[in-house]
């Protein structure tokens, strides 16, 4: 590496050249929302009147089998991957945000030096606020999940105050200056509960215990098959976060700015198939997520920009 590349100067150069290879504009607001442990058929089987408006979800593939690595891979650029050719769902099609530009033939929507950090840091070194806030310990400090947010927040699992807590820092944070937003939302990770719901017996309390989870045998049983009654409770927990999520899309709504939207799951979760409970080993109830990219404020992206990017 030269010493031009690592100085001040040569920094700037970086950052102004590789703005000139992206397709997007640093004007664009985004908010990647994450259901953990949501399953792909529970997400589509789920009445979910507020995201209907903006599309279907297709069936992706997480990039890892719990909370850790895969939102790591998400910071990352790399998407729940889906096997259409579909910009920003396939990034072979185009990639939503990349770190570094080398051997594309696709300008990405935005693209960042490597060696840089994440794309989280990417974006604060911008002038974006840098917002988050999620329910799983995972991301508690010093977990590295929280790499470049200039404002964080582990709540546990409070759809409500969640949202109401990140709407009022994008007030104050990002009133004159573009958003780079994170949600996690834990309604859809067991137990699958969510506020208002009645306080009756756990139907999965035993299976879905931890005490169970992390002491399974890990041995596929071809007899057992779903347990639909906690199928039915984490469809019930998306159903929530559906209605809770029009309060989050108004606020970005109300900005004005275009606005890039990413919902997703990090990952899926077992309910009994084969005698599996639970995630962090590969199965494909673990591996399929539900992704929907849609935009707020603005027509849809142009078509991906042909021609290499660097």
Request: aromatic share 12%; glycine share 10%.
């Amino acid at each position: 590496m030269s010493w031009l590349s690592t100085s001040v100067v040569g920094r700037a150069w970086d950052e102004w050249r590789h703005r000139d290879l992206q397709a997007g504009d640093d004007a664009e607001d985004f908010l990647l929302v994450t259901w953990d442990s949501c399953r792909y058929d529970v997400f589509c089987d789920a009445c979910t009147p507020t995201l209907d408006r903006y599309g279907s979800a297709r069936r992706a593939w997480a990039m890892a089998t719990y909370t850790l690595p895969a939102h790591q891979a998400m910071f990352a650029g790399f998407l729940p991957h889906v096997f259409e050719p579909l910009p920003f769902y396939n990034r072979f099609v185009q990639q939503l945000w990349r770190i570094s530009h080398r051997n594309l033939n696709v300008k990405p929507l935005v693209t960042f030096p490597e060696g840089r950090g994440g794309i989280v840091t990417g974006f604060r070194r911008r002038g974006y606020a840098t917002l988050g806030v999620a329910a799983m310990d995972w991301f508690a400090k010093p977990s590295p999940l929280q790499e470049g947010f200039e404002w964080f927040r582990v709540t546990g699992t409070r759809a409500r105050d969640q949202i109401d807590m990140l709407c009022e820092q994008i007030g104050r944070r990002g009133r004159r200056r573009p958003c780079f937003a994170f949600v996690n939302f834990g309604e859809t990770h067991s137990p699958f509960w969510h506020e208002g719901m009645a306080h009756v017996p756990d139907p999965g309390g035993d299976r879905m215990s931890l005490g169970r989870l992390f002491n399974a045998s890990g041995v596929r049983d071809p007899s057992q098959s779903l347990d639909h009654d906690l199928w039915r409770r984490q469809r019930r927990s998306a159903e929530y976060l559906d209605g809770q999520m029009t309060r989050l899309l108004d606020c970005f709504v109300a900005r004005g700015r275009p606005t890039t939207v990413v919902v997703t799951a990090d990952h899926g979760e077992c309910l009994g198939e084969e005698g599996l409970y639970g995630h962090a080993f590969h199965h494909e109830k673990v591996m399929e997520v539900p992704l929907l990219i849609f935009r707020l404020n603005a027509a849809p992206h142009a078509a991906p920009q042909l021609g290499r990017a660097g």
